[in-house]
């Protein structure tokens, strides 16, 4: 009897050994494989956005591009760090990319665009 239960004690360990080992094989391609899928694109539609924009909480107002709540639609930030946020006054700003090295290169460029002189 006590020979079967050693048996058995010994066919279950060598079989969790080899799932273990299976297992990690799963992680390191099958992983990846999965990895893959969930870098596809997103869809077109936009159910997804309509729904955070919804649900947001703010009883001020909600900015559109980043979903901050802030007083005032010009106080809204730019989504993303590659950006420069120009203020046009009349409470309308604009968040343009980055215009080179210099601070304050970006309102530059968007001044002489406004002028015609770019």
Known sequence: ??????ILALA???LSGVNAQFGFFD?????QQQQAQ????????SSWYQAQYENAHC???????TLSCVHFPHHCPCAWGVED???????????????GYKEGETARKIELARKGLL
Request: with cysteine; net charge neutral; aromatic share 4%.
């Open 27 to 31: 992680q390191m391609f099958g992983g």
């Open 85 to 99: 946020k120009v203020e046009l006054g009349e409470g309308i700003a604009v968040c343009a990319s980055k215009g």
């Open 59 to 65: 009883d001020k107002y909600l900015c559109p591009g």
């Open 38 to 45: 969930q870098q596809q694109n997103v869809r077109s539609d």
């Open 12 to 14: 279950t360990l060598l």
């Open 1 to 6: 009897m006590e020979l079967r239960a050693l």
